[in-house]
């Protein structure tokens, strides 16, 4: 059973950064496979596409996250990134790693305040 986990979370201030990490259970193989998406919810709001990234290297970004957040992907150790720059009050949410389109992992919180 594949498990998704994400690290990474925490206060930042404004102008900060953080980098969020996402690890796959499942063989190198696979997880070459697996087009890796981030994800937020902020409180009250629906979940939000930060960003994804194909098994191909192909990165798609939200507005929001454009010029600031990176996705990247290691996978020689099965995990995914989401490097996040310039952070804003509005960036304060619960990020979600996607694995494949189907495997959730279970959020990281990211607040940022002053």
């Known amino acids: 059973q594949v498990q998704v986990v994400e690290s990474g979370g925490g206060l930042v201030q404004p102008g900060g950064s953080l980098r969020l990490s996402c690890v796959v259970s499942?063989?190198?193989?696979?997880?070459?496979?697996?087009?890796m998406s981030w994800y937020r919810q902020a409180p009250g709001q629906q979940r939000e596409l930060v960003a994804e990234l194909s098994r191909l290297g192909r990165r798609d970004y939200s507005e929001f996250a454009k010029g600031r957040f990176t996705i990247s992907r290691d996978n020689t150790k099965n995990t995914a990134y989401l490097q996040m720059n310039s952070l804003k009050l509005e960036d304060t949410a619960v990020y979600y790693c996607l694995a494949a389109g189907i495997f959730w992992g279970q959020g990281t919180q990211v607040t940022v305040s002053p």
């Open positions: 499942t063989s190198v193989e696979e997880f070459e496979t697996m087009g």
